[in-house]
């Protein structure tokens, strides 16, 4: 994971391929992943297969954590964030996601601060 500036958005965090990572506003727990089942397949989450997840360019490795989702997979997690992408964003640096409404709560872009970006 590393960050992008992505004009108006600023700087936000990517994958190593360049897709735009998201937060969703229902996850309130600290690494609690509450989005599964349709709601992942429209919101895939970041998954790691080898423990730690590791920082890129410009991701802040203090912020990085993981969260263990219901099947047993584990999920990348930034500022106690879990972290998902979006089927809508079929090309890199694409935020089609920004701030929609599914699933019972707003997606938001997540910023190398671990923010979402409300504008």
């Not at 590393?2 to 735009?20: H, N, S």
């Not at 203090?62 to 219901?70: D, H, I, M, P, V």
């Not at 979006?86 to 938001?108: E, I, P, S």
Request: glycine share 14%; charged share 20%; aromatic share 8%.
């Amino acid at each position: 994971m590393a960050t992008k500036t992505e004009g108006k958005l600023g700087a936000i965090l990517v994958d190593a391929k360049g897709r735009t990572l998201y937060l969703f506003d229902a996850d309130k727990q600290k690494n609690v992943s509450t989005c599964t089942g349709a709601c992942a397949a429209a919101w895939p989450p970041l998954l790691t297969t080898k423990g730690a997840a590791k920082p890129g360019k410009g991701a802040d490795k203090s912020l990085l954590g993981t969260a263990k989702r219901s099947g047993g997979a584990t999920q990348v997690s930034y500022n106690g964030h879990p972290l998902y992408y979006y089927v809508g964003d079929t090309k890199a640096g694409q935020t089609n996601g920004q701030g929609l409404n599914q699933f019972g709560a707003l997606w938001y872009v997540v910023n190398a601060k671990g923010k979402q970006v409300t504008s």
